[in-house]
């Protein structure tokens, strides 16, 4: 700015908080608090706590005066000259304003990145600060409400001892989306109502909204009233306390309210029901039911938001005709799981028709998006999205470009592995589109000080590695596919079953498990050179990382590329031993159920080695993955081979292939029949077969 020196910012500085502390506000000067110090060392001092001197920030409401954009949580940063030096005005159009600008000046300013937690990266100690005076004013995000539903986080739920999870685990997640520039959020997944997760969102300014299968955020009606049917046509009042409870409950926070009608366990209603049996009947009574729920709320809250998810049935009655959304109510579109924007995978059912609103429906709507997943197929949960970011951009773009913009719930899973497509969406919600590319080198230049192009590298070649067991661009692996395919076949090999099993039909529909198998086997083999050439090169960029870059890289991207190395080779070599079984080798198959087991267990020791420092015991509850389940599995199918042809002594194996033949015709049983441990007995049989 023309006539004001650069503002300069060190431990002496003071900072005017000129508003009421509120809970959200806080909160924000708890981590300008904290940012500060990290930098300088101290404190910083502020006119309300003593500290001496002229102010060189301050925190304000705009007036009528001030340059501040008129739109909701908008906020500006302007500096004038003062006879001691430059200051800073942090002025903000309302509360979740003012919260933005003091994290754009921590993150410009002071140099705190939006993800430094969960990065493990710390801003650098300064001793002077010195910015040049150049007004801003922010730039309306394209996205009205934009923020991440925490759903399928067990890694999150174990990593502390506390359940249901403390402030501890969900402060930082809450500040990463704030800083992110989120301002809503679903804390968790049918958490119990004990737990702190709700009152902490809304404590920290942002909006709360609800599952789809948890209309107005209510009681799960079987949990309220066990025993009785869910039925709202038997039981309409019991329902109705539920809503009516829920709105008194959370009338006086920022809620977005979910309308909805769904039976128990996030099914359609009409399986507990079905005297529902044609659509426009099922239709009518989920019209009836929204139009409950948003009259009963108008009864509480003056001008409540609302949405409604047009999510697997509810999007195919309302395409159908059948279903009437009340006025102004924001209309939710899903992805399918894996980035694209049509109906989900049901069992091998896979329509894929478009989930975007018909460019004649001008309501009000917006986009639930996945960047994690979980549905016991080829899902990625312990790993980042499996398809290139452009998948991403293309479809939100297409999706913003529909209408779609008035909400972005984006499912964030455990945060940790994700953080890279988390990044990317927060610059689309913000700006409306993205260069996948530059936004790439921006977020490993945040990162890493060396070998940047090297580590774009990484990311870029990360997706083009990942299965491709589809036609469809969004049919990619991730680390779901190795694990739950594999007990899936390692359950109908054991059970005798030799016909194909439907519940593979997803990937390979064939009328036998071999055929299926020899299916899985042929894509685990063709991925495994690629993965491990990424893991090749990523321990070269290592060696040449400082420690602290070195252990983000390994605990960001190195953990990803061995489970899904690991994975492979686990799935790869348990279709091996199956088919060596069919043909009658069982130790064969021994050997290669040895290696399944082996290779799985290297993907969990990559977790153990992730899993120190901050993050000890973060991925001790990998219950949806389920690495140990995996490795149980392909350990009883060894043992079950074994059992077919080494029992009942478990010795006839080492005398027929081990044992010299001197010793054959001669040894007593009282000296050699101790039986050898399987691993050790695989590893001598590999040696001679």
Known sequence: MKGVSNLRISAASVYDIQVEHTKPIEHVWRMIQRDHQAVFGAPPLTQAAGGTGAPVVIVRYAEGEDDCPSWPESYSLHYREEAHGTVLEIVGRDELGLIYGLLRYSHKVLG??????????????????????????SEQPCVRYRGWFVNDEVCLIGWKEEYPPGEEVWLPVFEALLRCGGNMVIPGTD???????????????????????????AEMFLRAFPGKAPSYKEHPELFEQLWREAIERQRHDKILWVLSFRGQGDKPFWEDDPSFDTPAARGALISSVVRKQYDMLHEYVEHPVCCMAMYGEIAELY???????????????????????????????????????????????????????????????????????????DELGQAFAAGASDYLLVNSGNILPHLYMLDLV???????????????????????????????????????????????????????FYHHAARDIIGHWLRGQQQGKDS?????????????????????????????????????????????????????????????????????YLCQAYEYFKAGDNPRSF???????????????????????????????????????????????????????????????????????????????NTHRNPLPDDELARRLEEVL
């Open 112 to 137: 705190v990145d939006p993800f430094w937690f969960w990065s493990e990266l710390e801003p650098l100690s300064r001793e002077l600060i010195e910015v040049a005076a150049e007004d801003y004013e």
């Open 191 to 217: 958490l119990p109502r004990t737990g702190i997760h709700h009152q902490l969102a809304v404590d920290m300014g942002l909006w709360v909204t609800h599952h789809h299968a948890e209309p107005l955020g």
């Open 319 to 393: 395409k159908q005709g059948h279903i009437e959304v009340p006025h102004r109510v924001i209309k939710i579109w899903a992805d399918n799981g894996y980035g694209k924007m049509v109906s989900r995978r049901h069992g091998s059912t896979n329509h894929r028709v478009a989930a975007l609103p018909a460019p004649e429906d001008k309501g009000h709507h917006g986009v639930y998006y996945h960047v994690t997943f979980h549905d016991l197929q080829a899902s990625n949960h312990l790993t980042m999205f499996p398809a290139p970011s452009s998948l991403i951009a």
């Open 426 to 480: 927060a610059e689309l919600w913000q700006r409306g589109k993205v260069s996948e590319r530059e936004h790439l080198e921006a977020f490993i230049a945040r990162n890493y000080t060396v070998c940047q192009h090297e580590i774009a590298a990484l990311y870029e070649q990360y997706a083009s590695s990942t299965i491709k067991y589809g036609p469809h661009a969004d049919d990619r692996a991730g680390d779901e």
């Open 504 to 572: 593979l039909n997803w990937a390979v529909e064939a009328p036998s498990l071999l055929e299926q198998v020899r299916w899985f086997r042929s894509k685990a083999e063709e991925a495994i050179p690629r993965w491990e050439r990424l893991e090749r090169q990523c321990a070269e960029i290592l060696e040449q990382l400082p420690p602290d870059e070195r252990w983000r890289l390994e605990t960001q991207l190195q953990v990803q590329l061995q489970l899904h190395r690991s994975g492979c080779q686990g799935l790869a």
């Open 591 to 669: 050997i290669q159920a040895s290696h399944a087991v082996w290779s799985y267990s290297e993907g969990k020791q990559a977790l153990e080695h992730a899993a120190q420092g901050r993050w000890e015991h973060f991925y001790r509850a990998d219950w949806l993955t389920n690495i140990d389940n995996t490795i149980g599995h392909a350990d009883t199918a060894r043992r079950f081979v074994r059992i077919q042809g080494d029992s009942p002594d478990m010795f006839r194996w080492y005398k027929d292939f081990l044992m010299p033949e001197t010793e054959k015709y001669i040894y007593l049983e």
